[in-house]
């Protein structure tokens, strides 16, 4: 049974603790992960939704973290928190064991996770394994740790590609099961885009929400002259799914943003504001891995497009519950419950994990 977890309702998000409180933890954790600044970028773009930074120079990954939310203590934590998380995952992992597939008790096909292209991967090669967890019934297993780690630097000898290299269901929480239940959304959420792609799902309009949170965003946006397009993404979950794509004449490439959530009001918020994020990696100029030539390569779709009203769900009222519902589908949909690792540190004090579901997709188009 799920510990419950109590919820803290915010604008625009679900959490165990008040802000003030996780940021006295971030802010701590920080500087201990090499966190030097963190600086609030709102202002460079027109739209004002807010998205922070912070920096942290000695990276193996990215030396800028953006976050974004609804208030500006809310970008701030997220920029902070997924700072922190990167270090998590750039960090050594001594393997728990060392084996070929065909020799571990895993209870799932290492095959159904996603490969790396091309892919080396074979029943008999060796592999490097972290302790793991199924998130149904809490059973131990093994996860491949190459489906764990991220980082950039060069390491000495030769590494079969293996699997696809990613952040997509890394988290952190103030809790565990905080933690857990945002990597898994953003384990969904990646499956869905994947699967629709830029001009899938259906468009609807925001303005059917009954959110005043969401209400508010558009607003903002179409005060700064902004377009907005929201399109709901079938999931096999049936969880609520949004793409969100942002442009204006004054700055034309379109900036898309994704949200997944058991609350309707939650993903389309998440989708909104992670676009304005988005446009502001670029209006920053902050990212070392942003296209020289990114252009707007997806044609707009007719005005006569018919516009939907958003498909309604809400959440629970713990995140225990809102977990077990989360992992329930989404054992169902891909075919196995999903799996975590959790990479949690004494030193740093922040719950950090690592979930992987196989039978998931994600491509690197949308990482």
């Known amino acids: 049974m799920l510990i419950s977890d109590a919820k803290v309702r915010l604008p625009g998000t679900d959490r165990a603790r008040d802000p003030a409180a996780t940021l006295t ?8 992960v ?20 912070a920096i942290r120079p000695a990276s193996r990954t990215l030396a800028v973290s953006q976050g974004k939310g609804v208030t500006p203590d809310l970008a701030r934590l997220s920029a ?33 996770l996603v490969p ?19 998130l149904e019934d809490g059973s131990p297993t093994l996860v491949p ?4 780690a991220l980082t950039l630097e060069r390491g000495t000898g030769w590494s079969p590609p293996l699997f696809l290299a990613s952040s997509n269901g890394l988290a952190s929480g103030n809790t565990r099961t905080e933690a857990i239940l945002h990597a898994l959304y953003e384990v969904i959420e990646r499956d869905a885009v994947t699967a629709a792609g830029p001009t899938g799902g259906v468009r609807v309009d925001p303005g059917t929400s009954g959110s005043p949170i969401v209400d508010e965003l558009c607003a903002t946006l179409a005060r700064a002259r902004v377009r907005l397009e929201v399109r709901h993404l079938p999931s096999p979950t049936g969880l609520p799914c949004f793409l969100a794509r942002i442009s204006c004449d004054d700055y034309p490439p379109a900036f898309f943003g994704f949200g997944c959530h058991l609350s309707s009001e939650i993903a389309l918020t998440r989708a909104i504001t992670e676009a304005a994020q988005a446009r502001l990696a670029y209006v920053s100029g902050a990212r070392d891995d942003l296209r020289a030539d990114f252009h707007d390569g997806v044609t707009r779709r007719e005005s006569s497009e018919p516009s939907h009203d958003v498909p309604l769900m809400r959440a629970h009222d713990t995140l225990a519950d809102d977990l077990e519902d ?27 994990v690592k979930v992987v579901a196989p039978g998931a997709r994600v491509s690197p188009e949308v990482l």
């Open 116 to 134: 790396a292209t091309p892919s080396l991967l074979h029943d008999g090669l060796p592999l490097d394994w972290l302790a793991g967890t199924s």
């Open 80 to 112: 902070i928190m997924e700072s922190i998380e990167l270090w998590h995952v750039e960090q050594s992992l001594p393997p728990d064991v060392t084996a070929p597939p065909r020799e571990c008790r895993l209870g799932y096909d290492v095959h159904a």
């Open 145 to 148: 740790r190459d489906a764990v």
């Open 326 to 352: 989360a992992v329930e589908r989404s054992a169902a949909a891909f075919g196995h419950p999903p799996l975590v690792v959790d990479l949690t540190r004494e030193e740093i004090g922040v719950p950090v």
């Open 34 to 53: 090499g966190v030097t600044r963190v600086a609030d970028i709102t202002r460079l773009d027109t739209v004002g939704i807010p998205t922070f930074q």
């Open 25 to 32: 933890m971030a802010r701590r954790a920080a500087r201990a």
